[in-house]
């Protein structure tokens, strides 16, 4: 038989050697995180540990909160679901339904990006394959991408989290292992952070049987993504220009109209972010953080009943106002931190990244340099032994 190579695999070689890391992508990202590995589901600590969180009020139908005798109303909103807590100290401040199991629309493409930025250095430049773009929903959101076009990585996240590009998403799944591999790593990267509402069957949040999310679990991902420098920076762009056709580009601007104002939608004082989603099926969803005075609250709001498309925003800016508005005036009534976590974490935690200095536009974003060539070098060998094995077998077959 004959085995080629065309230029676009030749141009893609680096990238797709980068596989390698992805095999310990999960215990490197738990490492960084000061917590372990999360491993197979199951087992008698995860029991345990499920059913402590589960002791939670957070688990109880209906408005969770413990005001003081000078805390202001909780306002009433029509979301199915949502929560308030403070992004520094992981308190919840008050929730309605919190660990309810609903779809979460795009706002699951901050899990996406927990999981895969890590593996993706942003000045990687990919060219577009077909099989690249395979199987995108039919309806979804899209930022433009083009077969046979070569991408920076960083374009295709501007895509991901301005525009919600499904597209972007799937060429990003498929430099990463691909649809199945990424949804299990999602998986795993969920119940290291603590979240055991979510299932995960499309990684870009286009709907699909059994995948939900929770608003608790959506406050924990937004929580988690201040903490990192290259989401922090993506979740609160506002436009940016995206490759287009002949050398060309086009604007695009964040779909959060929170952060935006567009659409006749007042934009809220201090967002930082963080990500909108919306199906039929899922209806409005957002995952909001805010800063004042110091202090950063992420909200989350699941599918309003009431008030048209962007009731989900002004619901949110409702509990964001009240979030601010409590400081100091309610006691929580949970935690977005991981149980065996907690006696380690204190005000400051949030986030550095909402106030560190931005990476460059045009830095290759690795951070970890040495230890990701390194694992790249492992993924080319074994990939070339791949080859060269099934060389052998197809040639004596």
Not at 53 to 81: F, M
Not at 146 to 153: D, I, L, P, S
Not at 267 to 289: D, F, H, R
Not at 330 to 339: A, F, I, N, Q, W
């Amino acid at each position: 038989m004959t085995i080629g190579f065309s230029s676009r695999a030749v141009r893609s070689t680096c990238m797709l050697c980068a596989a390698g890391l992805l095999t310990l992508v999960p215990a490197t990202a738990a490492a960084r995180a000061g917590r372990p590995d999360p491993g197979p589901p199951g087992g008698a600590a995860a029991t345990a540990a499920a059913a402590a969180a589960k002791s939670s009020p957070l688990y109880r139908s209906g408005t969770q909160v413990r005001p003081r005798p000078a805390a202001p109303r909780v306002p009433e909103v029509s979301a199915l679901s949502w929560v308030v807590a403070d992004a520094g100290t992981g308190d919840v401040l008050a929730a309605n339904d919190a660990h309810r199991e609903l779809p979460p629309a795009s706002t699951l493409k901050t899990l996406f990006a927990l999981t895969v930025l890590p593996a993706l250095p942003g000045g990687i430049r990919h060219e577009v394959a077909p099989e690249d773009l395979a199987g995108i929903g039919p309806g979804s959101s899209l930022v433009g991408v083009v077969e046979g076009q070569t991408y920076r990585v960083s374009d295709l996240w501007n895509g991901v989290f301005l525009n919600s590009g499904n597209d972007a998403v799937h060429v990003l799944a498929s430099l990463t292992g691909g649809w199945s591999a990424t949804a299990a790593r999602m998986q795993a990267e969920a119940r290291a952070l603590g979240a055991r509402d979510t299932h995960v069957r499309s990684p870009d949040g286009y709907d699909a049987p059994g995948q939900v999310s929770s608003a608790y679990d959506l406050a924990v991902f937004g929580r988690e993504g201040l903490r990192r420098p290259d989401f922090a920076r993506y979740c609160a762009k506002v436009d940016a220009m995206f490759p287009g056709r002949d050398g060309g580009s086009y604007g695009i601007m964040n779909t959060n109209r929170l952060l935006t104002g567009a659409d006749g939608v007042a934009p809220y004082p201090g967002l930082i972010g963080v990500k909108n989603g919306y199906t039929s099926n899922a209806g409005n969803t957002l995952i909001a953080a805010a800063r004042r005075d110091g202090r950063t609250l992420v909200v989350t709001v699941m599918n309003p009943q009431e008030g048209g498309g962007h009731a989900v925003y002004e619901e949110a800016r409702a509990l964001l106002d009240w979030g601010f508005a409590a400081a100091g005036e309610v006691d929580p009534v949970g935690s977005l931190v991981p149980e065996d976590e907690r006696p380690r974490q204190g005000p400051q935690a949030v986030p550095a990244a909402v106030t560190a200095a931005k990476p460059a536009e045009d830095s290759p974003g690795w951070p970890e340099s040495g230890a990701i060539i390194g694992v790249a070098g492992l993924g080319a060998g074994v990939m070339a032994l791949a080859l060269r094995l099934k060389f052998v077998r197809d040639d004596g077959s």
